[in-house]
């Protein structure tokens, strides 16, 4: 069985950023692209624990939907199973410098986040105790601080 393109990526050189994972044609004629949001350094840093990707998932998917620019354009937003980052889905075709300023609004909104999150009742979540609000706003503002403010070519483009 063939490898999938994500599991071509050198995780050992692989640093935090914002990456195009892949970029696809629906039967329709639809393009869609897919966005590699590392929030980690695989293999080199700790990931983010799982109640803290769930908390960021809720906030950055309501964020994201609701957005007046790019709501009509989300598909998906997610974390990787590895949880050393999250996958953004959206229509069109996009670059990493292009979407830097909705990520730099969303990691904002997550870092500052006050309140009950979003969709975290029983009725509304399948797991919803199994959030930590604290590390993922901790996680959103170094992510934001440390990549998304002054990103570098390493941090938009794959290792080659």
Sequence with gaps: MEKIASFT????????GVYVSRTDTTPSGDIITTFDIRLTEPNRQAPLSGAALHAMEHLAATFLRNHPQWGSRIIYWGPMGCLTGCYLILSGQHTPEEILPLLRETFSFIANFEGEIPGATPRDCGN???MDLAAAKTAAATYLSEVLDNPKAENLEYPA
């Design 9 to 16: 990526v050198d995780h050992l050189r692989l640093l935090r």
């Design 128 to 130: 919803y105790s199994y």
